[in-house]
């Protein structure tokens, strides 16, 4: 069974990223991908939410 989980980071920095990737893959999950929300007045993002897998591996017989 695949697993997903979802990492909303508010405060979206190099190091905040960096970070939520570094600590989440140590724990087993593999990044899928990142979307941004952003704000109409500013080219950085408002918010980041950080997408991760992870292969349950129980077996079904």
């Known amino acids: ?3 997903y ?3 909303e980071l508010s405060n ?3 190091e905040s990223v960096e970070e939520t990737l570094n600590e ?4 087993g999950w593999c990044y ?3 979307q941004f929300a952003m704000r109409e007045s ?4 408002a918010m980041a ?5 992870k292969q349950d591996n129980i ?3």
Do not use: Y
Request: hydrophobic residues 50%.
């Open 1 to 3: 069974m695949l697993q």
């Open 59 to 61: 077996s079904i017989e």
């Open 42 to 45: 500013s080219k950085r993002p």
């Open 32 to 34: 899928d991908g990142m």
């Open 12 to 14: 979206v920095t190099e």
């Open 5 to 7: 989980k979802v990492i």
């Open 49 to 53: 939410f950080v997408l991760f897998v």
């Open 24 to 27: 989440w893959s140590a724990k």
